[in-house]
């Protein structure tokens, strides 16, 4: 069966939250972190998606199938952080991953980053072009790291 | 293995005696230093290394009493200190100090939202407070006031304000509507001006002058003290708004649309700051360089054209809104439509006359109404990859004839590096920002030192061409601040006398807009 690349994205990377293993050879390592760092037993998984992206709709489909709560990025990603990410993230038991336009990555890991969150993130697709999204979890262990 | 980062002329054994204290002062949670402790605090878009501005270690201070300390355990051992706000100066440096090892202090622990005056129309605020912040503080209150948001609503009101940044509603400049500062100076004295100098009085905030000499501006873009208060204007909530987009068709048209708006502006007809955008500009906030274009060098013209035909968009693009009752929203309206119809092939659109407790959706219409937003990061996207860009910040009179020149000085400039003209004038009353954002893929290693050869290129041309910055990126503020040469550099001389004797020790944010202290010039 011939795999698409939509499905090919939102397959990989559902895995790459969920399961230990390294991604493709033809994803774009952006950070090591990654594939070492998958959802901890026992935590919520949180999917952000852009609604506007195909690729990221249809991972947020699959990861919902799988128990995972998903939330758009909706109108305005700075009350997205401060009232649905921002709480999430700071109590425990919760793990948020997104897979986004590189913009709005860049955005959600500096917020992270400014509570103390370390963030993996690696680019999803085979170019690093314009149409390259950006897979990014964010670590909840007070550390600060930067990938 | 490299050794481990510390201020320059500073021993390591001090530097770690001076980290001791700081732990000692402000906790051991707050003095970041090892490892990658400092990389949050690297530069994203930097042009080039970002290590080549990296701090040494970072120290978080939560109150006036800790800042106080910290300053004097600088003083001893010599450690320069960079403040930041929240440390969200991005296309101009981020976080990141302009000495290398110096000591990132970062204030955006200090985040109380101090006042908020509804009948006077003001804040006082603390440095780590965000527009953001301040936004969430004034609806969860019911205040009926708007505060105005740069285009990146992230950024600390203290910082934006310092740095002179501006928006688009009627307070769009943001350093005027400063009223009141609290500033510690590099002893740990703390001084208030205007009316805060009086112990008592009750007008800090609405008064700005007080008696003598008026000292708020100095602190601006400057290293002569750390601002831990500041007070703030803000905007009576209108009645409505009307929001207004005209686009223009051709690239010679904006010659023709200053002109038009100037006088508008002048005489506040337009009550907003009035934006205008390029094509690119436009279109970056909504597409990507690709879907038009992905060749080498920059954008070609006729892929422009597409693009504004099937975006629907101008060559040139002007936003600005009205505010207030409806019937004198219609009259301002009435009296700028007719004015700009007289430029060929202009469509002048405006949205219905709206309730002002209604929020409008896109990120630049939120900004006309006092709602921050982080749309301007899109521009992020065009490129590709990892998007990021430095920016130009010329001041431009509103001439068109001037706008034109500037305009083509860049455009020419950047299409010789592989550069986009993404850009576009902010219009004041007697002045416009000429905003141009380099954009690259810091990836890719020759984008990002072509984007800082182009940077350096422009400021020198313009420079020669009569032209200053308003502000710049932290690998530029030599440069920029050698353009301003009246009576050879008198007013950099003047900057380093008052330094040295605010800061004889010079550990408050050497280099600063290109105001080093005399010690670290003599050490070089």
Not at chain 2, 70 to 80: M, Q
Not at chain 2, 133 to 161: C, E, F, K
């Amino acid at each position: 069966m011939k795999t698409s690349r939509r499905d090919f994205l939102a397959t990989a990377s559902l895995a790459a939250a969920y399961v230990p293993m390294s991604w493709p050879a033809q994803t774009m390592l952006r950070s090591p972190m990654l594939s070492s760092e998958q959802v901890a037993p026992g935590h919520a998984l949180t999917i952000v998606f852009d609604e506007h992206l195909a690729d990221s709709r249809a991972f947020a489909l699959r990861s919902r199938t799988m128990g995972a709560r998903i939330v758009p990025l909706g109108n305005d990603i700075g009350v997205l952080w401060f009232e649905r990410l921002m709480p999430l993230a700071s109590s425990p038991g919760n793990t948020i991953v997104g897979l986004t336009t590189h913009a709005n990555a860049f955005l959600l890991t500096r917020f992270a980053q400014g509570i103390g969150l370390r963030v993996a993130q690696r680019a999803a697709g085979a170019h690093a072009g314009p149409d390259m999204l950006v897979m990014w979890q964010l670590v909840a262990n007070g550390a600060r790291s930067c990938s | 293995m490299n050794d481990p980062l510390r201020p320059p002329g500073v021993p390591e054994p001090e530097f770690q005696q001076a980290l001791a204290a700081f732990r000692s002062i402000v906790g051991q949670n707050a003095v970041l230093a090892r490892d990658d402790a400092a990389q949050p605090y690297l530069d994203p878009f930097a042009p080039g290394d970002a290590h080549a501005y990296e701090a040494s270690a970072i120290v978080m201070v939560s109150n006036v009493e800790q800042l106080r300390a910290v300053l004097g355990v600088a003083n001893r051992y010599g450690v320069p200190l960079w403040s930041v706000s929240t440390g969200r100066n991005f296309a101009y440096g981020g976080a990141a100090p302009r000495l290398k090892g110096s000591v990132v202090l970062d204030l955006q622990r200090m985040n109380r939202v101090i006042e908020i005056n509804e009948t006077l129309g003001y804040a006082l605020v603390e440095p780590g407070v965000s527009y953001y912040d301040l936004y969430r503080a004034l609806q969860s209150q019911g205040v009926r006031l708007w505060l105005d948001p740069p285009a990146a609503g992230w950024g600390s009101v203290i910082g934006n304000t310092l740095e002179r940044g501006f928006g688009t509603t009627p307070y769009g400049d943001h350093a005027a509507m400063q009223c009141g500062m609290e500033v510690m100076l590099a002893n740990g004295e703390i001084i208030r001006t205007g009316m805060g100098a009086m112990n008592g009085n009750q007008d800090w905030q609405v008064f700005k002058a007080g008696f003598g000499p008026s000292y708020d501006a100095m602190f601006m873009q400057s290293n002569f003290g750390i601002v831990t208060k500041l007070g703030i204007w803000l905007m009576p909530k209108p009645e409505g708004y009307m929001l207004c987009r005209y686009q223009f068709k051709h690239d010679a048209d904006l010659e023709s649309i200053v002109e038009t708006l100037r006088p508008l502006k002048l005489d506040d007809t337009i009550q907003s700051n009035a934006v205008i955008e390029s094509a690119v500009r436009w279109a970056a906030g909504v597409s990507t360089r690709k879907q038009w274009y992905d060749g080498p060098g920059a954008i070609p013209d006729g892929a422009i054209e597409t693009m504004t035909r099937k975006l629907g968009i101008g060559r040139w693009n002007l936003r600005f809104c009205l505010y207030g009752p409806e019937a004198l929203v219609k009259a301002r309206r009435d009296v700028i439509h007719q004015r700009f119809s007289s430029i060929a092939d202009s469509e002048l659109m405006e949205s219905p006359y709206t309730d002002a407790n209604v929020e409008p959706k896109g990120g630049g219409d939120r900004s006309q109404v006092g709602i921050p937003n982080l749309d301007a990061f899109n521009l992020l996207n065009w490129r590709g990859g990892s998007g990021a860009h430095i920016d130009f910040s010329p001041v431009c009179a509103p001439l068109g004839r001037d706008a034109v020149r500037q305009y083509r000085m860049i455009s020419d400039r950047a299409a010789h590096y592989g550069f986009d003209y993404y850009g576009g004038f902010t219009a004041g009353p007697r002045s416009m920002h000429h905003i141009f954002a380099a954009i690259f893929n810091r990836d890719d290693p020759a984008q990002a030192r072509d984007a800082g050869e182009l940077l350096k290129t422009l400021i020198n041309d313009f420079g020669a061409a009569g032209y200053g910055q308003y502000r710049t990126h932290l690998a530029f503020m030599d440069l920029a601040a050698s353009q301003y040469d009246f009576n050879n550099h008198a007013l950099m001389r003047m900057s380093e006398r008052i330094k040295e004797a605010l800061d004889p020790n010079g550990i408050l944010s050497p280099g600063k807009q290109g105001i080093w202290p005399r010690k670290t010039k003599e050490r070089n």
